[in-house]
Structure formats: C-alpha cells, structure tokens
C-alpha cells in the first residue's frame, strides 16, 4: 500500500518531500503548484505522514506494489539513509574541528 496527498488541504509546505527517502513526492507534476506521490516508488514508512502539519497523507488501500518495484524503491531509501547519515557524520567533524581550534586559540 501507498501514501496519497489530498489535495485540498495541502498548504504545499515540502515538508514531506523533503523527508521522503525515495524522493518519490514530486512538485508541479500536475500542473498547479501541488505536491503528488509517485505510489510505484514509495516503501510505505509513513514518514511523510507524520511530518504533515495538515495531516492530509494518508494511505492508498486501492494501490498494490509490484515486489520488484518496492524492493528497487527500498534499495533507493537505504542508499539515501547512507547520503544522509554521510552528510551528518561530515558536519559533526567540522563543528568538533571549529570547537577544537577556538578552544586552542584560547588556551
């Protein structure tokens, strides 16, 4: 099962899109400024839902993912876990670095 946008309530906040590990929540796919699920490529996490400040992400019961679709979307997600745990682990380093050097610029 998939995640789906009601549209109506949506203030397009990106927050979801954001968040999302597939980065299957596109912008402007329909036309107007809406943010829409691409269902083939979401792993059901939920993430998006819980970052929704409208609460207007639910889950699709009418969408069925093809095994070899969700294992590839799954695989995505775990590669963007490692970009992003990467990114966070680089910036740790420069803050201590900063942290070390003023502290040795005072002493």
């Known amino acids: 099962?998939?995640?789906?946008?009601?549209?109506?309530?949506?203030?397009?906040?990106?927050?979801?899109?954001?968040?999302?590990?597939?980065?299957?929540?596109?912008?402007?796919?329909?036309?107007?400024r809406t943010h829409v699920i691409d269902p083939a490529m979401c792993i059901d996490c939920g993430i998006c839902a819980r970052v929704c400040p409208e609460d207007c992400i639910h889950p699709d019961p009418d969408y069925r993912h093809d095994p070899?679709?969700?294992?590839?979307?799954?695989?995505?997600?775990?590669?963007?876990a490692r970009r992003r745990y990467a990114r966070n682990e680089a910036i740790r380093a420069r803050a201590a670095e900063t942290a070390r050097r003023l502290a040795a610029a005072r002493a």
């Open 1 to 32: 099962m998939a995640y789906r946008i009601d549209l109506a309530p949506c203030i397009n906040c990106g927050w979801c899109r954001k968040v999302c590990p597939t980065e299957c929540i596109r912008y402007f796919t329909t036309g107007r």
């Open 68 to 80: 070899a679709v969700l294992a590839q979307a799954r695989e995505k997600a775990k590669a963007w």
